[in-house]
Protein backbone atom coordinates (compact mmCIF):
# COMPACT_ATOMS: atom_id res chain seq x y z
CA UNK A 1 0.00 0.00 0.00
CA UNK A 2 1.65 3.54 -1.06
CA UNK A 3 -0.39 6.94 -0.24
CA UNK A 4 0.60 9.85 -2.53
CA UNK A 5 -0.83 13.56 -2.61
CA UNK A 6 -0.72 14.40 -5.67
CA UNK A 7 -1.96 18.01 -4.85
CA UNK A 8 -2.63 19.66 -1.84
CA UNK A 9 -5.79 18.41 0.39
CA UNK A 10 -6.03 15.49 -1.71
CA UNK A 11 -4.16 11.78 -0.35
CA UNK A 12 -4.58 8.61 -2.14
CA UNK A 13 -4.13 5.36 -0.83
CA UNK A 14 -2.59 3.09 -3.46
CA UNK A 15 -4.75 -0.48 -2.75
CA UNK A 16 -3.52 -3.63 -3.45
CA UNK A 17 -6.45 -6.18 -4.65
CA UNK A 18 -9.14 -6.81 -3.61
CA UNK A 19 -9.65 -3.21 -3.32
CA UNK A 20 -9.86 -0.25 -5.28
CA UNK A 21 -7.91 2.80 -4.51
CA UNK A 22 -9.01 5.82 -1.98
CA UNK A 23 -8.91 9.58 -2.59
CA UNK A 24 -9.10 11.37 0.89
CA UNK A 25 -10.22 14.98 0.26
CA UNK A 26 -9.58 17.39 3.03
CA UNK A 27 -12.32 19.54 4.45
CA UNK A 28 -12.30 23.33 5.52
CA UNK A 29 -12.21 23.91 9.23
CA UNK A 30 -15.65 22.13 10.36
CA UNK A 31 -16.32 20.67 7.20
CA UNK A 32 -15.01 17.31 7.53
CA UNK A 33 -13.05 15.56 4.92
CA UNK A 34 -14.44 13.39 1.92
CA UNK A 35 -12.99 9.64 1.00
CA UNK A 36 -13.79 8.66 -2.47
CA UNK A 37 -14.62 5.02 -2.39
CA UNK A 38 -13.73 2.58 0.38
CA UNK A 39 -12.38 -0.72 -1.52
CA UNK A 40 -13.65 -4.64 -0.11
CA UNK A 41 -15.59 -5.84 3.06
CA UNK A 42 -12.62 -7.44 4.00
CA UNK A 43 -9.89 -4.74 3.96
CA UNK A 44 -12.04 -2.51 5.84
CA UNK A 45 -9.83 -2.95 9.03
CA UNK A 46 -7.28 -1.32 6.93
CA UNK A 47 -9.21 0.88 4.94
CA UNK A 48 -10.41 1.72 9.17
CA UNK A 49 -7.05 2.47 10.27
CA UNK A 50 -5.70 4.27 7.03
CA UNK A 51 -8.60 6.93 7.55
CA UNK A 52 -8.18 7.22 10.81
CA UNK A 53 -4.43 8.10 10.62
CA UNK A 54 -4.87 10.40 8.35
CA UNK A 55 -7.32 12.43 9.79
CA UNK A 56 -5.47 12.58 13.23
CA UNK A 57 -9.16 12.97 15.06
CA UNK A 58 -10.73 14.86 12.74
CA UNK A 59 -14.43 13.92 11.40
CA UNK A 60 -14.75 11.84 8.07
CA UNK A 61 -18.00 13.77 6.86
CA UNK A 62 -18.98 11.36 4.08
CA UNK A 63 -18.03 8.66 1.76
CA UNK A 64 -18.49 9.23 -2.39
CA UNK A 65 -18.96 6.25 -4.30
CA UNK A 66 -17.84 6.63 -7.72
CA UNK A 67 -19.63 3.17 -8.47
CA UNK A 68 -20.91 0.27 -6.57
CA UNK A 69 -18.67 -2.87 -7.44
CA UNK A 70 -17.43 -4.58 -4.45
CA UNK A 71 -13.78 -3.20 -4.74
CA UNK A 72 -15.48 0.08 -4.29
CA UNK A 73 -18.02 0.18 -1.52
CA UNK A 74 -17.47 -3.17 0.63
CA UNK A 75 -15.68 -0.25 3.05
CA UNK A 76 -19.17 2.03 3.49
CA UNK A 77 -20.61 0.39 6.61
CA UNK A 78 -17.35 0.48 8.44
CA UNK A 79 -16.85 3.61 7.91
CA UNK A 80 -20.77 4.98 8.81
CA UNK A 81 -20.48 2.53 12.03
CA UNK A 82 -17.14 3.39 13.40
CA UNK A 83 -16.78 6.98 12.20
CA UNK A 84 -20.70 8.18 11.03
CA UNK A 85 -19.45 8.65 7.59
CA UNK A 86 -22.56 9.53 5.79
CA UNK A 87 -22.75 7.74 2.34
CA UNK A 88 -23.66 9.34 -1.22
CA UNK A 89 -23.73 6.95 -3.94
CA UNK A 90 -24.38 7.87 -8.32
CA UNK A 91 -27.97 9.24 -8.61
CA UNK A 92 -28.49 6.31 -10.54
CA UNK A 93 -27.79 3.74 -8.10
CA UNK A 94 -29.91 5.59 -5.28
CA UNK A 95 -33.04 3.19 -5.58
CA UNK A 96 -31.31 0.09 -5.65
CA UNK A 97 -28.98 0.45 -2.59
CA UNK A 98 -32.32 1.78 -0.56
CA UNK A 99 -33.76 -1.49 -1.92
CA UNK A 100 -30.95 -3.22 -1.50
CA UNK A 101 -31.26 -5.40 -4.54
CA UNK A 102 -28.13 -7.58 -4.38
CA UNK A 103 -29.42 -8.90 -8.22
CA UNK A 104 -29.07 -5.03 -9.57
CA UNK A 105 -26.29 -4.33 -7.38
CA UNK A 106 -24.18 -7.28 -9.01
CA UNK A 107 -22.72 -9.33 -5.59
CA UNK A 108 -25.14 -12.18 -6.26
CA UNK A 109 -24.02 -11.77 -10.19
CA UNK A 110 -21.02 -11.89 -9.61
CA UNK A 111 -20.85 -14.44 -6.55
CA UNK A 112 -18.98 -11.16 -4.96
CA UNK A 113 -19.55 -9.92 -0.70
CA UNK A 114 -20.54 -6.21 0.13
CA UNK A 115 -21.91 -5.52 3.78
CA UNK A 116 -25.11 -3.98 3.44
CA UNK A 117 -24.93 -0.08 3.90
CA UNK A 118 -27.42 3.32 3.79
CA UNK A 119 -26.90 6.02 1.30
CA UNK A 120 -28.20 9.29 2.53
CA UNK A 121 -27.28 11.43 -0.57
CA UNK A 122 -27.10 10.62 -4.47
CA UNK A 123 -24.18 12.42 -6.88
CA UNK A 124 -25.84 12.82 -10.66
CA UNK A 125 -23.68 13.49 -13.50
CA UNK A 126 -23.50 17.57 -13.75
CA UNK A 127 -23.63 17.96 -10.51
CA UNK A 128 -20.46 19.26 -8.46
CA UNK A 129 -18.61 18.08 -5.04
CA UNK A 130 -17.36 20.74 -3.09
CA UNK A 131 -14.93 19.96 -0.93
CA UNK A 132 -11.92 22.00 1.01
CA UNK A 133 -12.44 25.00 -1.58
CA UNK A 134 -12.20 22.46 -4.20
CA UNK A 135 -14.86 21.67 -7.17
CA UNK A 136 -15.17 18.60 -8.05
CA UNK A 137 -17.57 18.03 -10.86
CA UNK A 138 -19.51 14.71 -11.74
CA UNK A 139 -18.93 13.06 -14.74
CA UNK A 140 -20.98 10.11 -16.69
CA UNK A 141 -18.52 7.30 -17.31
CA UNK A 142 -20.25 3.84 -18.37
CA UNK A 143 -18.72 1.56 -20.02
CA UNK A 144 -17.55 -0.58 -17.17
CA UNK A 145 -20.01 0.12 -15.15
CA UNK A 146 -23.05 1.48 -16.97
CA UNK A 147 -24.27 4.16 -13.49
CA UNK A 148 -20.43 4.93 -12.76
CA UNK A 149 -19.06 8.61 -12.31
CA UNK A 150 -15.46 10.08 -12.51
CA UNK A 151 -14.57 13.81 -10.95
CA UNK A 152 -12.92 16.67 -11.91
CA UNK A 153 -11.04 19.31 -10.81
CA UNK A 154 -10.85 22.07 -13.62
CA UNK A 155 -8.63 24.61 -11.49
CA UNK A 156 -5.96 22.49 -11.11
CA UNK A 157 -7.01 19.31 -14.00
CA UNK A 158 -7.31 16.55 -11.64
CA UNK A 159 -9.65 13.54 -12.93
CA UNK A 160 -10.67 10.99 -10.42
CA UNK A 161 -11.33 8.06 -12.95
CA UNK A 162 -12.51 4.94 -11.25
CA UNK A 163 -12.31 2.12 -13.62
CA UNK A 164 -12.78 4.08 -16.70
CA UNK A 165 -8.83 4.55 -16.96
CA UNK A 166 -6.41 2.66 -15.93
CA UNK A 167 -2.66 3.98 -16.83
CA UNK A 168 -2.77 0.70 -18.63
CA UNK A 169 -6.34 0.46 -19.44
CA UNK A 170 -9.40 -0.15 -18.07
CA UNK A 171 -11.70 -2.18 -16.33
CA UNK A 172 -13.27 -4.83 -17.50
CA UNK A 173 -16.63 -3.84 -19.48
CA UNK A 174 -19.26 -6.12 -17.13
CA UNK A 175 -22.52 -5.47 -19.64
CA UNK A 176 -20.61 -6.77 -22.69
CA UNK A 177 -20.38 -10.04 -20.21
CA UNK A 178 -23.91 -9.81 -19.59
CA UNK A 179 -24.46 -9.48 -23.67
CA UNK A 180 -25.28 -5.81 -23.30
CA UNK A 181 -23.17 -3.62 -25.94
CA UNK A 182 -21.17 -1.17 -24.00
CA UNK A 183 -18.02 -0.82 -25.91
CA UNK A 184 -19.38 1.96 -27.70
CA UNK A 185 -19.49 3.68 -23.95
CA UNK A 186 -15.82 2.68 -22.99
CA UNK A 187 -15.18 4.75 -26.51
CA UNK A 188 -16.91 7.78 -25.29
CA UNK A 189 -15.70 8.21 -22.19
CA UNK A 190 -11.97 7.85 -23.43
CA UNK A 191 -13.32 10.59 -25.88
CA UNK A 192 -14.62 12.97 -23.07
CA UNK A 193 -11.73 12.20 -21.06
CA UNK A 194 -9.18 13.79 -23.87
CA UNK A 195 -11.65 16.75 -24.49
CA UNK A 196 -10.77 17.39 -20.66
CA UNK A 197 -7.64 19.55 -19.53
CA UNK A 198 -6.70 16.75 -17.48
CA UNK A 199 -2.78 16.71 -16.11
CA UNK A 200 -3.21 14.18 -13.63
CA UNK A 201 -5.33 11.15 -13.52
CA UNK A 202 -5.62 9.16 -10.02
CA UNK A 203 -6.98 5.11 -11.48
CA UNK A 204 -9.58 3.65 -9.48
CA UNK A 205 -6.47 0.79 -9.41
CA UNK A 206 -2.97 1.59 -9.65
CA UNK A 207 -0.53 4.72 -9.19
CA UNK A 208 -1.74 8.35 -9.88
CA UNK A 209 0.27 9.23 -13.33
CA UNK A 210 0.19 12.33 -15.53
CA UNK A 211 0.93 10.91 -19.34
CA UNK A 212 -2.61 10.95 -20.14
CA UNK A 213 -2.11 10.64 -23.86
CA UNK A 214 -0.22 7.63 -23.42
CA UNK A 215 -2.93 5.74 -21.07
CA UNK A 216 -5.65 6.83 -23.55
CA UNK A 217 -3.32 5.40 -26.56
CA UNK A 218 -3.17 2.39 -24.43
CA UNK A 219 -6.66 1.92 -23.43
CA UNK A 220 -7.75 2.37 -27.38
CA UNK A 221 -5.34 0.14 -28.16
CA UNK A 222 -7.19 -2.78 -25.71
CA UNK A 223 -10.34 -1.41 -26.54
CA UNK A 224 -9.83 -1.82 -30.63
CA UNK A 225 -8.16 -6.06 -29.98
CA UNK A 226 -11.55 -6.54 -27.44
CA UNK A 227 -14.24 -5.53 -30.04
CA UNK A 228 -12.38 -7.17 -32.94
CA UNK A 229 -12.79 -10.08 -30.84
CA UNK A 230 -15.12 -10.03 -28.22
CA UNK A 231 -15.02 -13.33 -26.91
CA UNK A 232 -11.55 -12.31 -26.14
CA UNK A 233 -12.88 -9.42 -23.34
CA UNK A 234 -15.74 -12.39 -22.75
CA UNK A 235 -12.55 -14.91 -21.42
CA UNK A 236 -10.83 -12.10 -19.83
CA UNK A 237 -13.96 -11.67 -17.61
CA UNK A 238 -14.50 -15.23 -16.78
CA UNK A 239 -10.76 -14.69 -15.34
CA UNK A 240 -11.37 -11.93 -13.32
CA UNK A 241 -14.23 -13.05 -12.07
CA UNK A 242 -12.65 -16.38 -11.02
CA UNK A 243 -9.20 -14.44 -9.32
CA UNK A 244 -11.48 -12.21 -8.05
CA UNK A 245 -13.58 -15.20 -6.68
CA UNK A 246 -10.22 -16.86 -5.08
CA UNK A 247 -9.30 -13.52 -3.60
CA UNK A 248 -11.91 -13.55 -1.58
CA UNK A 249 -11.95 -16.94 -0.64
CA UNK A 250 -7.99 -17.38 -0.62
CA UNK A 251 -8.28 -21.44 -0.52
CA UNK A 252 -10.78 -23.49 -1.43
CA UNK A 253 -11.87 -27.26 -1.78
CA UNK A 254 -12.75 -28.21 -5.75
CA UNK A 255 -16.70 -28.86 -4.67
CA UNK A 256 -16.82 -25.37 -3.43
CA UNK A 257 -15.08 -23.51 -6.56
CA UNK A 258 -16.98 -25.27 -9.13
CA UNK A 259 -20.22 -24.73 -7.17
CA UNK A 260 -19.68 -20.93 -6.88
CA UNK A 261 -18.61 -21.44 -10.69
CA UNK A 262 -22.40 -23.09 -11.44
CA UNK A 263 -24.25 -21.05 -9.22
CA UNK A 264 -22.72 -17.49 -10.40
CA UNK A 265 -24.96 -16.06 -13.25
CA UNK A 266 -22.26 -14.08 -14.98
CA UNK A 267 -20.20 -16.34 -14.89
CA UNK A 268 -22.93 -18.84 -16.89
CA UNK A 269 -23.90 -15.97 -18.95
CA UNK A 270 -19.88 -15.93 -20.10
CA UNK A 271 -19.74 -19.52 -20.60
CA UNK A 272 -22.88 -19.31 -22.60
CA UNK A 273 -21.02 -16.76 -25.08
CA UNK A 274 -17.40 -18.95 -24.82
CA UNK A 275 -19.85 -22.11 -25.99
CA UNK A 276 -18.81 -24.19 -22.64
CA UNK A 277 -20.96 -27.15 -21.85
CA UNK A 278 -20.88 -26.56 -18.68
CA UNK A 279 -19.26 -23.77 -16.15
CA UNK A 280 -17.57 -26.53 -14.33
CA UNK A 281 -15.55 -27.26 -17.27
CA UNK A 282 -15.42 -23.98 -18.02
CA UNK A 283 -13.75 -23.27 -14.72
CA UNK A 284 -11.38 -26.73 -14.46
CA UNK A 285 -10.04 -24.63 -17.71
CA UNK A 286 -9.84 -21.29 -16.84
CA UNK A 287 -8.20 -22.42 -13.39
CA UNK A 288 -5.69 -24.61 -14.86
CA UNK A 289 -5.04 -20.97 -17.33
CA UNK A 290 -4.42 -19.48 -14.15
CA UNK A 291 -2.04 -21.44 -12.81
CA UNK A 292 -0.15 -21.44 -15.74
CA UNK A 293 0.48 -17.74 -15.97
CA UNK A 294 0.83 -18.46 -11.53
CA UNK A 295 -1.99 -16.55 -10.85
CA UNK A 296 -3.77 -19.39 -9.07
CA UNK A 297 -2.30 -22.53 -7.43
CA UNK A 298 -3.97 -25.86 -7.07
CA UNK A 299 -3.58 -28.96 -5.34
CA UNK A 300 -5.17 -32.53 -5.44
CA UNK A 301 -8.14 -31.31 -2.92
CA UNK A 302 -8.35 -27.60 -2.90
CA UNK A 303 -7.54 -24.38 -5.40
CA UNK A 304 -5.49 -21.14 -3.91
CA UNK A 305 -5.05 -17.80 -4.60
CA UNK A 306 -1.12 -17.25 -5.23
Known sequence: MTVTAPLDGVR???????????????????????????????????????????LQGRP????????????????????QRELGAAVT??????????????????????????????????????????????????????????QSLMLFDARD???????????NGFGVVFPELDGVQAFDEVAAVLDLIERLPVQQVIPGHGAPFGDVAGALARARSRLAGFRADPRRHARHGAKVLLKYHLMEERTQDWAGVLAWAEGTRLFGSIGRQLGWTDASAGCRELVAELVAQGALRTDAAQVHDA
Open 89 to 146: VPQASWATVQAWDEDALSYRATGQRCERFDAQAALAPGDVLRVGGRDWQALAAPGHDP
Open 12 to 54: VFERGWLSSNNVLLAGEPGEGAVLVDSSHCLHAPQTLALVRHA
Open 157 to 167: GVLVSADALWE
Open 60 to 79: LARVVNTHLHSDHCGGNAAL
